[in-house]
């Protein structure tokens, strides 16, 4: 309702893309055979000492500078200590009151508007592994691959204010660490997922509301849909004049509901203190310097330099900046024709369809940005038409060939002789004298009609430009 405000905070945890572990020498891989990938470390037996991974170090200190965040030169892991099945040491290592990153911050676009949403901390800690529940066999297993899997955990100020909000500052995240190179930002493989704390107040109040915890929603769409149903949960409970209970819920993206899970624990539960086996972490400010030196041309600053060097609108340069490997591609095909507006446009409307309707992603696709760029020329010269040009997409994106070969190879090259195509003219308004004499008396919107005809004639290869004036000629006359 109009006169309520939600105040939302989210925790986002990233993958690094490191090789092994935060604190042994096992593989990070997804998908290998259930506790292959496992070690006395990572499985918590007595006697073993960590080592930190020193690129997970860097790869967090690199967010925490695209960021705009402080990077702490001393930080401590701490122990925090729950039970859990798939947590075999009965801790995790984490860090608490000494973080590695604090005071960043992302700027989103939301509702038409700018805004920036602070950001409180960015801390490294070691994922836990996986419970596998099999209805079927009732019974439960435990995959330790993933135990001690380096995460960087972001954690924002509850500066969002609705699900929009929140979507586009996901969106912004994961778009930095993929151009990093530091996560691959895939939601469905748990490599970039999202807890949401929301509440509810009226607007002018400063003091929170109760807040609920929403765990692991694993795509944006989902996250926005959860965020609205408990924004929606909390306005009825107020109405009502129920009690909103602090505690940790799932969503359930078949139904479209949080239900509860567990209730909300406070930081004291953990019981947190430094890890014995670990030291502080000591970062230099020279390794510091080097770092950030290193860091890439990032997803704003990208957007920005894509409307001011192609002339490409704010939308436009959004989508195309979304993807590093989407803004590397287009760039690689204007460089090849330097029509920046009409490869976006091909890129926005065929190219991403094609994909999606394929189930591909652009490293797989077999249309190379040169050929991507040949092809547009072919179409904006006149060589085939625009039609054509769609027409053969999917084959070139799925085949690879050479798109003035293809189209040489099945004869598709446009007709743009006049002596030819005066003779098809006639030909279409001969056949249809009742169609010629209404255009003649007005019906102007016949023209449609008589384009279709001769492209049916001439198998779509007919220039529709020169169709219209030789129509225009011949329908002109009395």
Same mark, same amino acid.
């Given at each position: 309702m109009a006169q309520y405000e939600a105040v939302i905070g989210l925790e986002v945890h990233a993958q690094l893309t490191t090789n092994t572990k935060l604190f042994c020498a096992c593989a990070t891989r997804f998908g290998d055979e259930p506790n292959t990938n496992v070690c006395p470390v990572c499985a918590g037996m007595p006697g073993v000492l960590p080592v930190m991974n020193e690129r997970a170090l860097e790869y967090a200190c690199k967010m925490a500078m695209a960021i705009e965040a402080m990077v702490n030169l001393k930080s401590i892991f701490a122990r925090k200590n729950y039970f859990y099945p798939d947590l075999p040491k009965a801790y995790q290592i984490s860090q608490y009151e000494q973080?590695?990153?604090?005071?960043?911050r992302?700027?989103?676009?939301?509702?038409?508007?700018?805004?920036?949403?602070?950001?409180?901390?960015?801390?490294?800690?070691?994922?836990?592994?996986?419970?596998?529940?099999?209805?079927?066999?009732?019974?439960?297993? $435990?995959?330790?691959?993933?135990?001690?899997?380096?995460?960087?955990?972001?954690?924002?100020?509850?500066?969002?204010?609705?699900?929009?909000?929140?979507v586009a500052y996901l969106k912004e995240l994961r778009a930095i660490l993929v151009y990093l190179g530091i996560c691959d930002g895939n939601m469905e493989e748990g490599s970039f997922r999202c807890d949401a704390n929301v509440?509810?107040?009226?607007?002018?109040e400063t003091a929170f509301g109760v807040r609920t915890e929403i765990k692991n929603v694993n795509s944006f769409r989902n996250v926005q849909r959860a965020i609205d149903y408990e924004i929606s949960r909390h306005i009825d409970c107020i109405e009502d004049g129920e009690s909103i209970v602090q505690?940790?819920?799932?969503?359930?993206?078949?139904?479209? $509901?949080?239900q509860s899970m567990r209730g909300k624990e406070e930081a004291h539960d953990y019981r947190y203190f430094p890890d014995p086996d670990l030291l502080p972490v000591l970062v230099d400010e020279v390794v510091l310097d080097r770092w950030r030196s290193e860091l890439p041309e990032l997803p704003k600053a990208k957007r920005e330099r894509f409307m001011a060097q192609y002339g490409l609108g704010a939308s436009d340069a959004a989508l195309l900046t979304a993807e590093?490997?989407?803004?590397?591609?287009?760039?690689?095909?204007?460089?090849?024709?330097?029509?920046?507006?009409?490869?976006?446009?091909w890129m926005l409307s065929e190219l991403l369809r094609e994909l999606k309707d394929c189930d591909q992603s652009l490293k797989g696709c077999k249309l190379t940005p040169r050929h991507l760029a040949k092809l547009v020329k072919l179409v904006e010269s006149g060589a085939i038409s625009g039609k054509i040009g769609k027409q053969i997409f999917g084959d070139l994106v799925t085949g690879g060939a050479d798109p003035e070969t293809y189209v040489a190879e099945k004869g598709l090259v446009q007709i743009s002789d006049s002596g030819e195509l005066?003779?098809? $003219?006639?030909?279409?308004?001969?056949?249809?004298?009742?169609?010629?004499? !209404?255009? !003649?008396?007005?019906?102007?919107?016949?023209?449609?009609?008589?384009?279709?005809?001769?492209?049916?004639?001439?198998?779509?290869?007919?220039?529709?430009?020169?169709?219209?004036?030789?129509?225009?000629?011949?329908?002109?006359?009395?």
């Open positions: 973080p590695l990153c604090e005071r960043g992302v700027e989103i676009e939301a509702g038409g508007e700018r805004k920036v949403i602070g950001v409180t901390r960015i801390h490294m800690e070691e994922d836990a592994g996986k419970n596998i529940h099999s209805a079927v066999e009732n019974r439960s297993f $435990v995959d330790l691959n993933r135990c001690g899997v380096p995460l960087i955990e972001i954690v924002s100020e509850p500066d969002l204010r609705s699900s929009e909000e929140a509440s509810v107040r009226l607007k002018g505690e940790t819920r799932l969503f359930d993206a078949n139904k479209g $509901v949080t590093r490997d989407l803004a590397d591609y287009f760039e690689a095909a204007a460089a090849t024709y330097p029509e920046p507006k009409k490869i976006a446009n005066d003779a098809v $003219v006639d030909a279409v308004i001969a056949e249809n004298p009742k169609e010629a004499e !209404r255009f !003649r008396g007005g019906e102007t919107k016949l023209t449609g009609f008589f384009v279709g005809q001769i492209m049916k004639k001439t198998k779509g290869q007919a220039n529709p430009k020169l169709v219209n004036e030789l129509l225009a000629a011949k329908l002109g006359k009395s």
